[in-house]
Nanobody
């Protein structure tokens, strides 16, 4: 059974940090890209970062570049998203997904259940 389980969300003040984890199982981890997406209330789900596990190349959208860092622990089949200097506009439900890479949801086959991140001003 394929599973992606996110953890690490919570409430943090602006300027603070959180580290999200995405624990994967049930599929060949190293053959997939893992993406992080977020969906704010009433808005569409958008990709913010992804890592290509075959070469550990990391990619970011401009809104998080320089603040967020994605990394992959192949031994644990877990991808992390370190989020620093958080802003109120980062408030959203964060999802991880496994697929071919990029920032568009249709490129991903498997999804986690999401974890809430709330940044207070």
């Amino acid at each position: 059974e394929v599973q992606l389980v996110e953890s690490g969300g919570g409430l943090v003040q602006a300027g603070g940090s959180l580290r999200l984890s995405c624990a994967a199982s049930g599929f060949p981890f190293d053959d997939y890209a893992i993406g992080w997406f977020r969906q704010a209330s009433g808005k569409e789900r958008k990709g913010i970062s992804c890592i290509i596990n075959s070469d550990d190349s990391a990619h970011y959208v401009d809104s998080v570049k320089g603040r967020f860092t994605i990394s992959s622990d192949h031994a644990k089949s877990t991808v992390y998203l370190q989020m620093n200097n958080l802003k109120p506009e980062d408030t959203a439900v964060y999802y991880c997904a496994a697929g071919t890479g990029g920032f568009t949801p249709p490129a991903y086959d498997y999804w986690g259940q999401g974890t809430q991140v709330t940044v207070s001003s």
